[in-house]
């Protein structure tokens, strides 16, 4: 009995984690409907999987239904005390409904910041910079995989730069108001939102004018140092310049991913851990899947 009972458990085990990765590589592929499909099936064989709720809930605002994304939103955050939610861009379409304050309010609530209400903004201002990446990360697996980007990517990009111009005109408005944001008032995730808008403006000069502050936030642990060193590695190799960090990349002849040429590259390391960095090595092949190979000093 105990054997059959053991069975009958693993083949659920099975369903679930295939059902998962199914969901998942649909999704990474563009095919919304079928990780729709398979995250459902999960659902049903385990409802309190809370991660595969939520991962339905932004399919689902994906692809504009909204009703069903805010009861399966709802359903996976029980018991999540994340503010994530707030500045996943996924959920964008989400965010101009009635109920969406109810999900703001309810997160906000289940933290203890000093300054919920400037973190509030700046997650609202997080999640609009980052609309449109998942369907022009889908313009880039199209590149990868046939040589071109595809004619609906310009539209896409255009429109990208003027969300991106209203929102740092929008964000430096607000901080000029409130002062910069810090770890310790807002919160890790909103503190992140200046950084993130400064680094995706077309304009060097911005990203050049906030280095300074980005870094002193970096260094006494009241800002990320992850952002600090990719606006920094931006702005080095926009300027003609190695990068010290190795945080930007570009394409290669043969459509995949790299790092820009890095200054002293056998001495990366020590710079990265200076600020709290992970080796690149692990950080490349975790993000890019790129086999750095570290030279010996």
């Known amino acids: 009995m105990m054997k059959v009972f053991f069975y009958i458990i693993m083949f659920f085990l099975s369903q679930f984690l295939f059902s998962q990765s199914e969901g998942d590589k649909h999704r990474a592929n563009g095919l919304l409907d079928k990780a729709i499909s398979a995250y459902k099936i999960e659902y049903d064989i385990y409802p309190d999987n809370m991660n595969n709720s939520y ?8 692809t504009n239904q909204i009703d069903k994304a805010f009861k399966f939103l709802k359903i996976s955050l029980r018991n999540d005390t994340s ?15 009635p109920r969406w304050k109810e999900i703001e309010n309810q997160q906000l609530n289940k933290n203890h910041l000093k300054e919920p209400l400037y973190a509030k903004k700046l997650l609202a201002l997080l999640r609009k910079d980052q609309v449109l990446d ?15 980007l595809p004619h609906w ?7 990208k730069k003027s969300i991106g111009k ?15 944001p810090t770890i310790s008032s807002v919160g890790k995730l909103a503190a992140d939102a200046p950084l993130l808008i400064i680094n995706h403006h077309e304009c060097e000069a911005v990203r050049i004018k ?16 992850v952002e600090y060193a990719k ?3 931006r702005i080095l190799v926009n300027t003609g310049k190695p990068q010290i960090y190795g945080m930007q990349f570009r394409f290669n002849a043969s459509r995949k991913l790299e790092p820009f040429p890095i200054y002293e590259p056998e001495h990366v ?7 709290g960095l992970e080796p690149l090595q692990k950080y490349l092949k975790k993000k890019i899947d790129y086999d750095w190979v570290v030279k010996k000093e």
């Open 55 to 62: 991962n339905l809930a932004c399919a689902y605002a994906l």
């Open 83 to 97: 503010l994530w939610v707030l500045a996943d861009n996924d959920l964008y379409t989400l965010s101009n409904d």
């Open 134 to 148: 998942y369907q022009i990360d889908m313009a880039k697996k199209f590149y990868m995989n046939n040589g071109y």
């Open 153 to 159: 990517y310009y539209a896409l990009s255009s429109y």
């Open 166 to 180: 209203e929102n740092f005109e929008q964000m430096e408005k607000l901080v000029q108001k409130r002062g910069w």
């Open 210 to 225: 906030y280095l300074p502050q980005i870094k002193e936030a970096c260094l006494n642990g009241e800002g990320s140092c």
């Open 231 to 233: 606006i920094q590695d």
């Open 269 to 275: 390391d020590k710079r990265r851990k200076k600020i």
